[in-house]
């Protein structure tokens, strides 16, 4: 009989945990052999004082007979305390913030600017035209970017960043309403609230991020008829997006020079895609059994909720290296792996075009599945300080510059529904769209390879507070264009 999913999990899992207790048991016994001293300052924080002086101790001769071999004196057990001390504080590899080197904390004060999140970004299409594009997660936008804002250093910090994305949603509605102006551009604007808390004594962190975006409403109505339309649609407000949480480890660290690794979970908290579709006009396209000339009057009303229920995990690794005290490079190599689909469910209502036609309404219902493709993400930067200053508010002014690349590694799998129409030559025959197009949900790019180059300069104030701006352009066109331009801002506070 098969072993359920948690039963094979658990078999495996034992004997790595039983493996792990006896190599950590067997260091504890190494360097409890190894320990020659004892951490005198850290047993006095522990041992209480005498409240009364005690008499002084008898003189112990503690001389060698003359005729004997010197007898060493009596060395002091290492306590629980020292131990830890040799085991943690002493690793010159991996020193805490408080022993790092200065030119290395230029990371922790300048942290990488990025570029925006969007890659595999969908729309949905309606007979093969655009409709609606949307910078939803539920689309697959919106999707974590580890580099943006960040640090390979573990640090603690709160901070806040901000992103506007000039032309970021590009949607050509021209063969719907029929005028040369379809081509429709709107703007983004991206909020985050952050905080990056470092464990064991600096080595790893986890780091917490709340986005917010301003941006299509998640429930957007839609209407075309013969005489009025409200496409493009341009309604915004401030939505929640998908909370990320990233954690990061220190695996190798010299005094200028350091390499990380961690994973991040971006989860599924901002709110599902829930659109209403309502169609009354003639589209262009070709069916076999509707006679030429083929522009096919429609009739339909109906509603498609694209729930957010992807989970996506992104393995990581990041360098940082510092070569003077005034330059710095660091980078970031992301793998974004969704871990599962999202269901796509939609409603349509088939009316006769005639309206005065006896025929009934025909309500059908569809479901499928969008799979967001896998990314990879290379990002690059480097920086130098233009100008330094051992007093006064603003101790730093850095200048850097970054590449971003993102490509999918999969041709995209899109969500499917399979609408109907009513024969415009039959009223009571329905019509699959199958060769229209139907309704597609998903990125209709397909395969796409995004590269941004970025600039920016930072000014740290007490070493504690920096404060940076930077601006964005892609250098790729069509589908892997993004946006025309974006402007960042971020604000990053140690503690």
């Known amino acids: 009989m098969t072993a359920s999913l948690p039963t094979r999990i658990r078999r495996c899992w034992m004997p790595v945990r039983q493996a792990a207790g006896v190599v950590f048991v067997a260091w504890l016994i190494s360097c409890t052999a190894n320990s020659q001293e004892l951490d005198v300052d850290a047993l006095a924080q522990v041992a209480p004082a005498p409240q009364t002086p005690l008499p002084p101790a008898p003189a112990i001769n503690t001389a060698p007979p003359a005729s004997g071999p010197a ?3 009596p060395q002091a057990p290492a306590t629980t305390v020292g131990l830890f001390n040799r085991l943690f504080a002493n690793n010159s590899l991996t020193p805490s913030p408080q022993k790092r080197n200065t030119s290395l904390r230029q990371l922790s004060e ?8 969007d890659a595999a970004c969908g729309a949905v299409e309606l007979l093969g035209i655009g409709v609606l594009a949307a910078e ?41 309403i029929g005028k040369e102006d379809g081509l429709y551009n709107l703007n983004v604007d991206r909020f985050i609230w952050g905080m990056e808390k470092t464990l064991f004594d600096g080595r790893a962190s986890v780091e917490v991020r709340i986005p917010t975006s301003y941006e299509i409403t998640p429930d957007p109505s839609i209407y075309v008829t013969e005489s009025a339309t409200n496409l493009p649609y341009t309604t915004q407000e401030y939505v929640l997006k998908n909370i990320g949480m990233i954690y990061k ?9 350091l390499i990380s690794a961690g994973v991040a979970v971006d989860m599924p908290t901002a709110p599902g895609l829930d659109l209403d579709v309502r169609v009354q006009d003639t589209f262009p396209f070709t069916h076999p059994n509707v006679p030429p000339p083929y522009d096919t009057p429609l009739n339909f009303s109906g509603n498609i909720y694209v729930e957010n229920s992807t989970v996506n995990i992104s393995p990581l690794l990041a360098m940082g290296w510092t070569p003077t005290d005034r330059t710095f ?3 970031f190599i992301q793998y974004d792996v969704p871990v599962n689909p999202t269901r796509v469910d939609g409603v349509i209502v088939t009316k006769p075009v005639d309206p005065n036609s006896n025929a009934d309404d025909f309500r059908s219902t569809d479901s ?21 200053a051992r007093q006064g508010r603003i101790t730093d002014w850095r200048i850097s510059s970054e590449l971003h690349y993102t490509t999918t590694l999969e041709n995209a799998r899109n969500a499917v529904l399979r609408a109907q129409f009513v024969n415009p030559a039959d009223p009571n025959q329905v019509l ?10 998903g990125n209709v790019a397909n395969r796409v390879d995004v590269l941004n180059y970025t600039l920016g300069n930072t000014f740290v104030i007490r070493e504690r507070t920096s404060i940076g701006t930077g601006f964005a352009v892609p250098l790729r066109t069509a589908a892997d264009k993004r946006f025309d331009c974006e402007f960042i801002l971020q604000i990053n506070h140690l503690y």
Not at 368 to 388: C, M, T, V
Not at 432 to 441: K, R, W
């Open 110 to 117: 300048s942290p990488m600017f990025g570029d925006n999140q």
């Open 368 to 388: 499928s599945h969008l799979y967001q493709q896998d990314l990879l993400r290379l990002n690059l930067g480097a920086g130098f300080a233009i100008w330094k």
């Open 249 to 257: 480890s220190v695996l190798y660290e010299t005094p200028n020079f």
């Open 432 to 441: 699959p769209l199958g060769l229209a197009g139907d309704i597609t949900i």
């Open 136 to 176: 939803h997660p539920a689309l697959g936008c919106f999707r974590l970017n580890i580099s943006e804002n960040n640090t390979p250093v573990p640090t603690d910090r709160v901070y806040f960043r901000y992103n506007h994305l000039h032309n970021s949603l590009n949607f050509d509605v021209t063969r719907i």
């Open 329 to 331: 490079v660091q980078g």
């Open 71 to 73: 007898i060493p004196p």
